[in-house]
Nanobody
Framework: QVQLVESGGGLVQAGGSLRLSCTASARTNSAYGMGWFRQAPGKEREFVAAINWIGGRTAYADSVKGRFTISRDNAKNTVYLQMNSLKSEDTAVYYC???????????????WGQGTQVTVSS
């Protein structure tokens, strides 16, 4: 069983930055591809970014390209999402997820964290 815990969410003004962290239970992070997803009220959960277990392959949703950066530190069992130039439309609950394979599909992930709220005020 993979356990994931997100942190770093909060309230920020438009144009500001936040860094989300997702820490995985021991011996799980380094063998898994990791993804970030988000879900706004009344909307479906959507893909934000993904990274493979080595860290050399990443993918981003078009809406966040150039503003968000996903990275990981396998020694710390942690994946990060650096979010810059935040917009009001980035407001959502952000979830990290883990899966053996590299994928951008919501349905492709078996393990999920509880989520962290990000609110961007305009």
């Amino acid at each position: 069983q993979v356990q994931l815990v997100e942190s770093g969410g909060g309230l920020v003004q438009a144009g500001g930055s936040l860094r989300l962290s997702c820490t995985a239970s021991a011996r799980t992070n380094s063998a898994y591809g990791m993804g970030w997803f988000r879900q706004a009220p009344g909307k479906e959960r959507e893909f934000v970014a993904a990274i493979n277990w080595i860290g050399g392959r990443t993918a981003y949703a078009d809406s966040v390209k150039g503003r968000f950066t996903i990275s990981r530190d396998n020694a710390k069992n942690t994946v990060y999402l650096q979010m810059n130039s935040l917009k009001s439309e980035d407001t959502a609950v952000y979830y990290c997820a883990a899966q053996r394979t590299f994928t951008v599909a919501v349905g492709g992930y078996d393990y999920w964290g509880q989520g962290t709220q990000v609110t961007v005020s305009s």
